[in-house]
């Protein structure tokens, strides 16, 4: 069993910074890789960013790229994302998850665990 646990959410205007971060405890998390998944009021959820075990590998969601950067420290048993440039359409409640084995890293149906979302809200 993996605990994940996200932090940092918050209101911030538009064109700021903000990052998140997901805390994991249980098993080992570096045998998991890792993702961030947001769902905009109203909307389904949708996937942001992914890293993989070793971190040597990111991907992103081609709105987020360039703004956006996923990391882990698995000596911290943690993963962040570094949110800049900040748009309104950015709004979400942003979820953490990990995956054993994900065929396909932007489904979230392959992921096995998931945290409780922490809100960010970008202001115009």
């Known amino acids: 069993q993996v605990q994940l646990v996200e932090s940092g959410g918050g209101l911030v205007q538009a064109g700021g910074s903000l990052r998140v971060s997901c805390e994991a405890s249980?098993?080992?998390?570096?045998?998991?890789?890792m993702a961030w998944f947001r769902q905009p009021p109203g909307k389904e959820r949708e996937f942001v960013a992914a890293?993989?075990?070793?971190?040597?590998?990111?991907y992103y969601v081609d709105s987020v790229k360039g703004r956006f950067t996923i990391s882990r420290d698995n000596a911290k048993n943690m993963m962040y994302l570094q949110m800049n440039s900040l748009k309104p359409e950015d709004t979400a409640v942003y979820f953490c998850?990990?995956?054993?084995?994900?065929?396909?890293?932007?489904?979230?149906?392959?992921?096995?665990?998931w945290g409780q979302g922490t809100q960010v809200t970008v202001s115009s």
């Open positions: 998850a990990a995956a054993f084995l994900a065929a396909d890293m932007r489904r979230g149906e392959d992921y096995d665990y």
């Open positions: 890293i993989s075990r070793s971190g040597g590998s990111t």
């Open positions: 249980g098993r080992t998390v570096f045998s998991y890789t």
